[in-house]
T-cell receptor, first 111, second 118 residues
Framework: QKEVEQDPGPLSVPEGAIVSLNCTYS??????FMWYRQYSRKGPELLMY????GNKEDGRFTAQVDKSSKYISLFIRDSQPSDSATYLC???????????FGTGTKLQVIP | EAGVAQSPRYKIIEKRQSVAFWCNPI?????LYWYQQILGQGPKLLIQ????????DSQLPKDRFSAERLKGVDSTLKIQPAKLEDSAVYLC????????????????FGQGTRLTVV
């Protein structure tokens, strides 16, 4: 079993839709939870991070963590064509902060 | 602020040949990472340096892959000999340090080197 599981998609939605992206994890040692966005032929860039259960909002993006269920989500409101990218969940354990990535979900927002 | 620089951007080699990738991290960043990203998968950590020391190389295929970070700045990743399954994007990333909160551990990625082994 992989430590981090993520539905690879692809996910195709119309512009303005609410998008929900999800990951599950198996190791309770993970402390920080992140979402990276990766445009085609680019390196990943950090979108949001959180370290506690609950919601964190940043503009149209909301990151949600449920440590009891080992489940994290990223919600995108009013999705735009510019949101079309691959979204990677990532998690860090303690110590020297090794980052474990999910497989990524490819999102396409249709104008 | 300059980002993480990688070269070359693309490389095509035949199997059993050798190849080397170069990375220049963000100035002042102590931690440097090499990731392998196979098409359709998330990045997989190959090796993590803290300054010029290795912190984690548990997923580095040491029979064919090697990496060094001389003087704790630039780094090179080498594959010798290459196999078909090494075809992937090799991403270099750096962070301020390897510990502490997200301000220290946020990894900034380069654009990657796309390797094709034929």
């Amino acid at each position: 079993q992989k430590e981090v599981e993520q539905d690879p998609g692809p996910l195709s939605v119309p512009e303005g839709a609410i998008v929900s992206l999800n990951c599950t994890y198996s190791n309770s040692a993970f402390q920080y939870f992140m979402w990276y966005r990766q445009y085609s032929r680019k390196g990943p860039e950090l979108l949001m991070y959180t370290y506690s259960s609950g919601n964190k909002e940043d503009g149209r993006f909301t990151a949600q963590v449920d440590k009891s269920s080992k489940y994290i989500s990223l919600f995108i409101r009013d999705s735009q064509p510019s949101d079309s990218a691959t979204y990677l969940c990532a998690m860090i354990k303690g110590g020297y902060q090794k980052v474990t990535f999910g497989t990524g979900t490819k999102l396409q927002v249709i104008p | 602020e300059a980002g993480v620089a990688q070269s070359p951007r693309y490389k095509i080699i035949e199997k059993r040949q050798s190849v080397a990738f170069w990375c220049n991290p963000i100035s002042g960043h102590a931690t440097l990472y090499w990731y392998q990203q196979i098409l359709g998968q998330g990045p997989k950590l190959l090796i993590q340096f803290q300054n010029n020391g290795v912190v984690d190389d548990s997923q580095l295929p040491k029979d064919r892959f090697s990496a060094e970070r001389l003087k704790g700045v630039d780094s090179t990743l080498k594959i010798q000999p290459a196999k078909l399954e090494d075809s992937a994007v090799y991403l270099c990333a750096s962070s301020l340090s390897g510990q502490g909160g997200i301000g220290n551990t946020e990894a900034f990625f380069g654009q990657g080197t796309r390797l094709t082994v034929v």
